[in-house]
């Protein structure tokens, strides 16, 4: 499965913004779908994940309350919708895919074979 992640953008303190992973050449079922994030100078963080099937939701403290990863079925993606950003926020999102990942092991980006090309998301204070 090829990833598409689009949606990145610039966005005032407090603004909102919704990133979109596509799935191509397949599709997301039986699939965690994670979302990790880079800043510069700073190794890949988790964000979030779904569990495609369960519909089961995982985030990192930082974002938690804030953010929600959800399924689209129709458009077959899996969408983040972050809210009240802040400019610690900043940073590359990538969404990435495994088929084989344990839930201990959502947060670590190695489980993960499938990546997308990255948006740039820019908050401004």
């Known amino acids: 499965v090829q990833l598409q992640a689009s949606g990145g953008g610039l966005v005032q303190a407090g603004g909102s913004l919704k990133l979109s992973c596509a799935a191509s050449g397949g599709s997301f079922s039986n699939y965690v779908v994670s979302w990790f994030r880079q800043a510069p100078g700073k190794g890949r963080e988790f964000v979030a994940a779904?569990?495609?099937?369960?519909?089961?939701?995982y985030y990192a403290d930082s974002v938690k309350g804030r953010f929600t990863t959800s399924r689209d079925n129709a458009k077959t993606s899996v969408d983040l919708q972050m809210n009240s950003l802040k400019a610690e926020d900043t940073a590359v999102y990538y969404c990435?895919?495994?088929?084989?990942?344990?839930?201990?092991?959502?947060?670590?980006?190695?489980?993960?074979?499938?990546w997308g090309q990255g948006t740039q998301v820019t908050v401004s204070s």
């Open positions: 779904i569990r495609w099937n369960s519909r089961n939701t």
């Open positions: 990435a895919a495994s088929r084989t990942i344990i839930v201990s092991n959502i947060r670590n980006e190695y489980g993960y074979a499938y």
